[in-house]
């Protein structure tokens, strides 16, 4: 009895300390660590939230082992900053208004911040915003995608986008027709 | 792991339909052509947006193409082609699309058909309850109030029955340059179940041969509207808005040729109206007595407005509960200084006020009640100032009447009479064509405010 009461006060007091520390350490597939506010990262990540609440955050470093340390960087990078911006009162689009899309554009900062990834690293940030459940995060790097793709013929965002051509000749030319407007270049 | 190309591929298909999302409708539906895997991926595009294929259709018709090699009208041939290019729809191993809304733009044509079933897929298979129709204008229009389109409410109850079994999924309807129901219709003949679900209707660029019957009939085949827009519809028409049971919240009419809009038994939160320039006249009447006992809050007012452009606030977009900045006071009969009183006080923040006397021989008025303290008020315009005894003890009194807030300023009136272009007193406002004043034009009124209903009334809070 005396002995499980002695262990709930341990506890208590670990958990205590817990909730004192005001950052979360993650840890790269690669080994690496990087600290991020506890705050920013329940705030804008549904899977840290539920992992701080749930009391399996690490001290000596949360594996992620599916989040490479380039990406890791970039996510930590964009929760400082995020904690550092004040958020703007754009919502979404009302229901009156007919044919805008209902997403939140960009801020300026957030486009500045995918604007200087490479390639990759914006592929490797994608993965890691949609592993960590980062909405937000997610967002803004699949609508930068999505830019790379506007005004692009088929054959180059393949290129760009390292998409394999598994059509024969017949299968793309019928798809051609059928989806004619679509592919007519104005 | 590290030599692996990065690209969409490596992507879970979860990102790439979010990616897909944020395309135009053009650029989603080519991604079909990358690869398999993309074509097989279920489409979600927020808006489908079907425009700009003119050019499209002239260049396959100069190149000679056509779809099926038939030898159509050149009316007919460059239909066939958007119809079957927008849905893909004899291929039948594209992926499943879903759609929130859809915007389409129409050529003048022949052959409709194509896009009637477009409309009808989407709707009833795509989910789309936003559903936007500008019809273009044609390059050598036969007649310019021609209607060549009508909205193919049609196509949406076949759909309705066999699907939901109750009326059709479209939410939000903005027609333009194309009428929504056919002039020629029964009115005995039901509703169309078209609209029976439509809480956001917006008609724009109606032409004139969109006869007021047609508006009534639509309007009282949407029971669930809450938004009613009405932007030049060229008709001179009489609306009536016999909202007893409607749910309508705003109403927009704007630089509509209507010879008069009545909302009885209810009044809108929001009634917005601009005129055009070569507008006679227009009026919207509001029984008010009944109407503003039901409504609690009360966000922008013109009330019984008629007259030259210059009566109609070009912006009444701003104001909100309580909030009315201006308002446009068009007097009815047995206008008496309580009635303004009472407006004066259900607009606390109301700077502007511009009173319109169409009837100089109105009856001497109950008494103002006791009191009576104004907001922020301003200024008072008055048109048709004839200078009788009660127009005279009505400045007076507002000169008089004290101010809730000693921020506001001095009280300016202004005052014009029907034969003068300035003000009575100071030279101001010039621009007041006080000679296109419209004749008196109450005596038409089919139900005209008893005299003194305002006066009963205990207490016209708004706010």
Not at chain 1, 139 to 147: A, L, Y
Not at chain 1, 150 to 172: A, C, H, M, W
Not at chain 2, 227 to 235: D, E, F, P, R
């Amino acid at each position: 009895m005396e002995v499980d009461k002695g262990k709930g006060e341990a506890e208590e007091t670990r958990k205590v300390a817990e909730a004192d520390r005001d950052t979360v350490t993650l840890k790269s597939s690669d080994g690496k660590l990087f600290e991020v506010s506890k705050e920013a990262a329940a705030r804008l990540s549904t899977v840290l939230a539920g992992m701080i609440a749930g009391g399996s955050i690490d001290d000596n470093g949360t594996d992620l082992k599916q989040i490479g340390s380039e990406a890791l960087e970039n996510v930590v990078d964009y929760c400082n900053k995020h904690a550092n911006s004040i958020p703007s009162a754009a919502l979404i689009s009302s229901s009156i208004s007919f044919n805008t899309a209902p997403f939140k554009e960009p801020e300026e900062w957030e486009r500045k911040f995918v604007d200087r990834l490479s390639h990759d690293a914006l592929f490797d940030l994608v993965e890691a915003a949609n592993f960590l459940g980062m909405e937000r995060l997610l967002d803004v790097t699949c609508h930068k995608i999505s830019e790379m793709m506007k005004g692009k013929s088929p054959d180059q965002i393949r290129e760009v986008f390292n998409i394999k051509n598994d059509y024969t000749k017949e299968e793309l030319e019928e798809i051609r027709q059928e989806l004619a407007w679509a592919f007519y270049d104005d | 792991m590290d030599s692996t190309p990065r690209g969409a591929p490596a992507l879970p298909d979860d990102v790439l339909r979010l990616i897909l999302r944020r395309l135009d409708t053009r650029s989603a539906l080519a991604t079909a052509a990358l690869s398999k895997h993309w074509s097989r991926l279920p489409r979600h595009i927020p808006v489908l947006e079907f425009k700009r294929y003119r050019r499209y259709l002239r260049r396959r018709v100069d190149a000679g193409l056509d779809d099926r090699g038939q030898h159509d009208s050149t009316c007919d041939r460059p239909v066939r082609a958007p119809g079957h290019a927008f849905l893909g729809q004899r291929r039948n191993k594209l992926a499943r699309r879903s759609a929130q809304a859809m915007a389409l733009e129409l050529l003048p044509t022949n052959n409709y058909a194509p896009f009637n079933r477009l409309m009808a897929k989407a709707v009833g298979d795509w989910g789309v309850q936003d559903l936007a129709i500008v019809v273009l204008k044609q390059p050598t229009p036969p007649c310019e109030d021609d209607v060549s389109y009508g909205f193919p409410h049609h196509c949406f109850e076949g759909d309705s029955k066999s699907s939901t079994g109750f009326g059709s999924s479209l939410r939000r309807l903005r027609l333009s340059k194309c009428a929504p129901l056919a002039s020629g219709g029964r009115s005995r003949t039901p509703p169309p179940a078209a609209f029976s679900s439509l809480t956001v209707l917006i008609l724009q660029d109606m032409p004139r041969t969109v006869r007021g019957r047609v508006y009534r009939r639509v309007i009282r085949a949407c029971p669930m509207l809450e938004v009613l827009h009405l932007k030049s519809c060229l008709t001179r028409a009489r609306i009536c808005f016999d909202t007893q049971t409607s749910r309508v919240k705003e109403l927009v009419i704007d630089q509509c040729t209507f010879i008069s809009v009545h909302v009885r038994s209810l009044m809108p939160d929001q009634i917005h109206s601009t005129l055009p320039s070569s507008a006679h006249e227009m009026r919207i009447l509001l029984s008010i007595s009944r109407a503003l006992s039901h409504f609690s809050a009360l966000e922008s007012l013109v009330v019984r407005f008629s007259g030259p452009e210059m009566w109609i606030v070009p912006d009444l977009l701003a104001p909100l509960v309580g909030e009315v900045l201006r308002l446009v006071a068009d007097l009815p009969r047995s206008w008496d200084i309580s009635w303004t009183c009472r407006l004066l006080e259900a607009a606390p923040f109301l700077e502007t006020l511009h009173v319109h006397v169409t009837n100089h021989d109105s009856r001497v008025g109950y008494g103002p009640p006791s009191g009576f303290r104004h907001g922020a008020l301003r200024e008072v315009v008055i048109l048709g100032f004839e200078g009788t005894e009660t127009q005279l003890h009505f400045v007076s009194f507002l000169r008089d009447a004290p101010n809730q807030h000693a921020t506001a300023g001095p009280l300016h009136t202004h005052v014009f009479s029907r034969l003068r272009s300035t003000c009575n007193d100071c030279t101001k406002h010039p621009c007041m064509h006080v000679s296109s004043f419209p004749s008196p034009v109450f005596r038409r009124l089919p139900t005209p405010v008893p005299a003194g209903s305002y006066h009963g009334h205990p207490t016209m809070k708004l706010l």
